[in-house]
């Protein structure tokens, strides 16, 4: 019997309400309980002092980017990353090639994860067939074979009548729809936000609205068709705005931010280095001041990474030509703790339920809490141990970070998953 | 060394020494074009990943002027054809170790992202819509030809403001001087962000508020390659946006119209315009070759 006892950390539980120094033994991958004092024969025993012990953290949107671009990550790489992040469980998007639309991607992602990934692994289906937005993929089934939400992610479906269709459908199943707004005819063609920085620097722009316009039509298709609707890293000021009003008509409407838009702006950027080119792009100040209030308000329910893995071939391009997206798992607390905690926007126990909590209940999982009996994943982690984040020493496969040489004030210390510890920090 | 990326970082006091410079290498009237031995045994290649003549042309001048060796590249012509990347190419003329690298880009941005990796300087001819530096040099160069103080000036740009290197490094070298920059074009074309490019500049839509009172009315060409969508109603430019002899009644009597080129007659300049006593626009193309010698022997020398 494999046992775990984690001693002396402050542990924090928002499900159960716990926050205070104490214990937590697992045993045969479930939590035993938590409590002072606790003992347990031939347990071993992790002495987190002066460190704050967590339900292990859920990303709920990343990019693994198998099957079909191994060169830039697979579910094993992507899952250390994960865990080096001090994440449990992930949630990887369909756009792989080929495109997981069917059950039978969604059964080998699992499968694929189950002997080869050192975190849990919650794949999301896609809502039409090869995310081409014109079909419905088979929703129903890869529910069944283990989908926990269905998205077009990058492609989002242009097309309102089909994403009605989409939650109606997705209401019968009682998964969640989620959605990376972006109206494609009023980005087209943009590399970063619109704005000053985009005029200086002589960069098509992705205008603010054209997130904002499809968060909008979203949000009544949602009051329409009652689905539960999840906004994929919102970045805009007035898609904030909206998912609080929707949240005030109590509709079932989530929204999730990623560290990096919780944390600079495009005027950040260091000009025409690919490693700030994301979509959602970094957007204006007022923007990140919009979400950052949009957690301490609870419009915000979840942090996410958008993990994304890009080879470094593709990163060396033009600006205008490279890929979006960047690496997100290893520095996601540290930034979040950065801008969120030591600013003193939000408490480290209002920080935990982003991480845990919150996605466990958008997406309908049994994780996210200490309670006895929830399956062991445990995040343990600092909120002052000083480190520098280094690219070069990622798990990842790639090196598309703009955080690499950024210095942080608490962080990941080891990471439980189903009773084992799967990472612990190097000191 | 350094290479010249854009106007934006360079200082007035920079600018001023190419400025003055550039007059040494001006042919005077009636006389051949002279030839100095400055850059003897230099080697600079011409790396237009863009179709262009008259920068390519003029760079190349510039440098056999001042007895450099010039190789030209055309991106048709080279490896950038069968795939190779921008990095990769780069890289391989790097290796031939020419003393600098000119280059022309469609992307905005490529020269910068190039010079981080690279340790031979760059000298930007034109970068997608960001930035060409010596362009705005020679503009400089001309107007100041023409007898006027680049600080107490009122110039109207005219036309795709948004898709303009030409007006970026105009407005922001105008503006280190502390010149009055009107940006006009239709809105589709006129962000109201580029008000924050640099202190002095505003904007308009009216083509005749722009002009009244200008010393100095720049003309953009129309970039149809830049524009990925009709930015205005097909055959209303010329009539809203299109520089006409009325229009210069509106400006200063001594003033000046300038143009990049090519110019497309009938699109944004009509003939009587572009070919009258006001137009600078041959100045410009001469200025062109004493601005780059100034600028080559900066960069090589300096």
Redesign the interface.
Known sequence: MASLLIKNGRVIDPASRHDGVADVWIEDAVIKGVGAGLTAAGAEVFDATGLVVAPGFIDMHVHLREPGFEHAETIETGARAAAAGGFTSICPMPNTAPVNDSPTVTTYIIEKARRHAIVNVFPIGAITKGSLGEELAAIGSMRKAGAVAISDDGRPVMNARLMRRAMEFARSFGIPVINHCEDLHLSAGGDMHEGAESVRLGLRGIPGCSEDVMVARDILLAEVTGARYHVAHISSKHSVAMVAFAKMKKLAVTAEVTPHHLAIADSDMIPYDSNFKMKPPLRSANDVSAVVEGIVNGAIDAIATDHAPHAGSEKMQEFERCPFGILGFETALGLSLERLVHTRKISVAQLIPLFTTNPARILGINRGTLAQGAPGDVTVFSTDRQWTYDVNKSFSKSRNSPFDGTTFHGGPVATVVNGSIVWRVDE | MKGLLGI?DLTREEAQAILDRARDFQTPLGERPRRFDLLKGRMVVNLFFEASTRTRTSFELAAKRLSADAVSITAQASSVSKGE???DTLNTLGAMRPDAIIMR?A????P??LQ??LGIPIINAG?????HPTQALLDARTILDHGKNLGKLRVAIIGDI?HS?VA?SNVYLLSKYGANIVLCGPASLL?Q??R??APGVTLTTDMNEAIRDADVVMMLRVQLERQ?EAAFPAGEYFSFYGLRPEHMKLAKPDAIVMHPGPINRGREISSEVADSQRSAILNQVENGISVRMAVLERVLNG
């Open positions: 934006e990347s921008l990095v880009h992307a905005s941005g490529a910068h992202f981080r990796h970068d997608g819509t960001h930035e948004a290197r970026r962000p962000e580029l924050l490019l990925h």
